[in-house]
């Protein structure tokens, strides 16, 4: 018998959060992100809980051709573009869409003979600093790509830094874009989750829902609940052993919990091996057979151990949920310091995932 641990994926929730997202931006569509393993849910389990979705924008190119050997239709957005020449053909055959933000990507385009024309999405770099062209070349940049026959269309992309910050939001880079861009006629593409669901005046004409698709909040002051947003991973466990304590009792590597009176604990089938994360401290909530309780001491690579002390009728075989539908994920995540993509993308291989 394998270990008592797995992850469940809920499709219903992301067909749901989808749709939330779409009621959110009545007036663009949607690209859903599916990069890093569509957010550590399992890329073909997304596909196959959005097949209405408007597109998808992915970052790993192999990915994006093996959706369209599978049978996708929908447009698909390579976030990062292409690394060569020969992704840039291969782009082209399979209809892909292509961010482009760097001076080779121009020359390709120029010179490489393709099987049809591209839709590129010119990325500005109005403030992110990571990928992207100044915006004062935004003009410049749109007539050239007109001009090339390999480019069938022209989109406008940015990315917004602290779209999920209130206090600074997104009016800096909002400003230098519309300033630069004023008068070319383009498709636009500019909103994360974050400005999806607080700046109506950026959705445009594309916006690319990532963590809210999967449920969880990109705001640290907003709950996915209060975002009609529905979790889109359940990490469950089960207890594997209860061990009695005394006051002084130590639990764990390093002694780093002390009971200061008798305790009862149960130890978990979950550790950093797991994906858990290794930095959580004792109190990141957990829920044991329906109730909350909390972490003790440190986690080990295979087992964490919890509070049983409130919960008399928790014993060995008790259901554990580590994050999911009755323990947001963001909770954990903000008890543990981290952020929930970090806990999504870090399930580790070794876990058994399902579909509910």
């Known amino acids: 018998m394998s270990r008592p641990i797995e992850a469940v994926i ?49 970052l790993e ?4 051709i093996a959706m369209r050997e599978q049978g996708v239709k929908q447009p698909i957005l390579l976030l990062e573009g292409v690394f060569s020449i020969a992704q840039l053909q291969q782009s082209a055959a399979h209809q892909l869409m292509l961010a482009i933000h760097e001076p080779r990507h121009l020359l390709w385009l120029r010179e490489t003979p393709l099987s049809a024309p591209v839709d590129v999405f010119l990325k500005l770099n109005t403030g992110m600093n ?47 874009f519309q300033a630069q861009t004023a008068g070319l006629d383009c498709p636009r593409s500019l909103a994360n989750s974050a400005a999806t669901l ?37 990490l469950r466990s089960r207890i594997i052993a209860v061990q009695q304590l005394q006051a002084g009792d130590e639990v764990g590597y ?11 604990i149960g130890v978990v089938a ?26 003790l001491g440190r986690v080990s690579m295979d087992m964490l151990s919890v509070d049983l002390s409130e919960i008399a009728e928790a014993e060995i ?7 999911g539908q009755s323990l947001s994920i963001d909770q954990v ?24």
């Open 317 to 323: 075989d008790s259901e554990v949920e580590l994050w």
């Open 333 to 356: 995540a903000q008890a543990a310091g981290t952020i929930a993509y970090e806990l999504m993308c870090a399930v580790a291989p070794r876990v058994p995932v399902c579909m509910d």
């Open 198 to 234: 607080a700046y109506p005046e950026v959705h445009a004409d594309w916006v690319r829902p990532g963590i809210a698709l999967y449920g969880s909040s990109p705001f640290a002051d907003r709950s996915a609940q209060s975002l009609n947003l529905q979790p889109a991973m359940s």
């Open 61 to 64: 190119f192999d990915a994006a």
């Open 270 to 295: 979950c550790g950093y091996a797991d994906g858990y994360p290794r930095h959580a401290p004792t109190g990141t909530p957990i829920i044991v057979a329906g109730k909350m309780s909390r972490l």
């Open 254 to 264: 390093g002694a780093t919990f002390t009971a200061d009176k008798p305790m009862r």
């Open 130 to 176: 990571r990928l992207g062209f100044a915006p004062e070349q935004a003009a410049d940049l749109v007539a050239q790509l007109r001009d090339m026959p390999n480019v069938a269309s022209v989109t406008l992309m940015t990315h917004f830094a602290t779209a999920d910050d209130p206090a600074r939001g997104i009016a800096r880079q909002w400003a230098r």
């Open 10 to 58: 809920h499709s219903a929730a992301l067909a749901h959060n989808y749709q939330q997202i779409k009621k959110n931006a009545p007036q663009a569509r949607a690209f859903a992100v599916v990069k890093a393993n569509a957010y550590g849910h399992g890329l073909a389990r997304v596909l196959a809980a959005l097949p209405q979705a408007d597109g998808f924008a992915i």
